[in-house]
Every structure is written in structure tokens, then in C-alpha cells.
């Protein structure tokens, strides 16, 4: 059926808490990237968020609380490294996955036995929450498989005559989802690299990060959302990496501008003048991660409203927020990533 979705301001943020409560789909700001929420205690109100996402339903959602003494009653136990983690990053983006209660509706996390919960830092999220007075379960407010949406017209674009409303908070800050790591197991797992880095974890617990697709594992993924396709613009993306890129890059460029087809090549500000004959996407100023990450989501669907045939990508250093970039950017590339 299609829906008007009413583009709501931050004035008129109760009118968005009674769609709520009538177990009805919002979109929201948070500190990451929008989200789409539902009454987490509600199975048919989160039956919602799959529908108009298109999500796969054996794909767990994030419960969102407004404080973190909420946990209780959601969750069997806090182990005390969760605890310290808790305290020192929230609100923020980091997403622990603990053993849940049977409070948790079997549609939010998908029949596991563990729950993604997490405070955002956003000022809007948290009032809705303290609104509402029930936790929100949302996952990204994109449609299943497109870049998350880091503002309100991103939301509109995807889910536009699909979902009642979407709360207009501005551009998110962080532009990454949160970190989400599993503290079921020891030592704690890093499920999905994001706003919180792997170092700034490890100052305080041990964490174990295993690559995706680094050959070393035969697992079968302990996070469900992670063998989705993802982040993925219509063009053709090739993630190009090591000092030779610029050269490798203009070289697979060629017969794609002979055929006169779009060709974009995301790179920092300084070295845009290295690609005078492609549609340069800026990623900041060279070296600013957390510029990139704000703006990555909001240039991948640049790429697709340019009409981009095929976008090359120059790959980043891993270390601090650089680990979350870059596992968002193989998604987006879809393996085919070229290293120099
Ligand atoms: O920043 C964020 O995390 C945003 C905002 C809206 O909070 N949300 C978000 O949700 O990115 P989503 O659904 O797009 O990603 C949640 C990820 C998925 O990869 C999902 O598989 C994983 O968290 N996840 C959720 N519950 C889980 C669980 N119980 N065990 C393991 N992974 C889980
Ligand atoms: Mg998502």
C-alpha cells in the first residue's frame, strides 16, 4: 500500500512518538545513521520494519534504550567487561550482543538466543525514547542491501510511500553504524567495525577481530547481517588500493570513457587532480577519517544519482576508524577489491 510518509521536524517529535504508539514504523535520527524504528516489545509493529525494508527476516535488529539501566529485563546478565564498555561508550555507537531474556519478541532477534542492544547519542533518538517509553528496535533506515542513510532525503529516497514518517534530525554525525560486538563468548568478538575502534576497545578488554573473507576462517558468519549483500550502488564499484592505484585506476578507466560510459573515482580532496578526466566524488580532506566516514554513505548514492557506470574507490590505512571505512568499502565493491 502506498503512504504519504510525512516528513516530520523535531518540533513535532510526539507526533512521531504516537505513530509509535500505534505500532506503526518511524525513521529516526541516531549519532551513526538513521534508523528504523518500531516498539521493540511489539512483534507486529517489527514485523513492519522487515516488510518496507525488504530485509531477510533471519536478520537480528538492535534494540535501542535510553539508558543503559534499561538493559535489565532484556538481557540474562552483564558480564563485568560489558559493564566497563557500557560505561565508558555509552550513549554511543558501540552494539553489545548479550544472552537475552524471553522478553525479547523472537521477530527482533531472529530466533537467536542473544540481543543487540545499544544507547545512541543522539538528542532527538533519546528523546523519542523517553517519549515512548519502550525500547526501539531498528535496524538502518535503507532499503535492505543500499547504502545506510545518513539524512532524511536518503530515507525518502528508499523508503518513500513505504513507511508513515521519517523524523528529520539533519545529517547524522558519525555516518557509520555502530560497532557491534558479541560479549557472549571470551574473549569478546567484533562482529561489524564501526564509530568505536578496535583499539579504543582493546585499551580497556581484550576483543578478538577476525577479517571477513581473510581466508582464515571457515566459520559460518556469527553475525547474520554479515553475509548480506550491502552498501551497494548501482555502479560497478572496484575498491583499488597501494601507492599505484592512480595509474591502475586510469588504465581501468579507459574503456569505459571509449564507450562513453560515466566513470567516477572517489578520492581525498588533494588528489582529485590526479583524475582530470573522471567525475571526481571527494572524500575530504586527505587523512580525515572521520570527514570520510561522514561522508561515505552520502557519496555512494551520489554515484547512482551522477548515473555512474563504474566507480573506483581508492582504499584507506585500517587502523582506528579506518577498519570500519574499509569493511563498508568491500561490501560496497563486493570483493572486487585490487591491491597494488
Ligand atoms: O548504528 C547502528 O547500529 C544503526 C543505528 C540505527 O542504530 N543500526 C544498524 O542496524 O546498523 P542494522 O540492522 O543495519 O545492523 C545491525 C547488525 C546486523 O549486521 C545484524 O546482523 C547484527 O547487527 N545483529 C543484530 N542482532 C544480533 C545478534 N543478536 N547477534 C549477532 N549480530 C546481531
Ligand atoms: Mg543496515
Redesign the pocket.
Known sequence: MELKTRHLTPEEIDEAAQILREGMVVAFP?E?????GANALDPEAVKSIFRAKGRPQD????I?LAIAQQVEGFVQEVPPQALLLMERFWPG?L?L?LK?TEQVPDIV??G?D???V?V?DHPVALELLRLTGFPLA????NRSGRP?PTRAEHVLADLGGLIPAVLDGGETGWG???T?L?CTVTPFRL??P??VTLEELRDLVPVLYQAEGDGTGTEAP?????KYQHYAPEAKVYLVTGDGAATKIKELSEPYRKRGEGVGVMTWDERAELYPSLTVLPMGPEGNFAALAHNLFHLLRQADILGLKVLFIEGVSEDNLGLAIMNRLRKAADQREIKM
Open positions: 541516531t551513526t545513521v538513521y534508523g528504523l536478520n537480528p535488529l538492535i535501542h555507537p552494539t550482543v537475552k532477534t531472529a537467536l542473544t540481543v543487540a545499544r545512541p531498528a535496524p538502518s533506515a545506510s557509520l553504524e555502530s557491534v558479541d562482529l561489524r564501526g564509530g556469527r553475525s547474520p547481517g554479515m
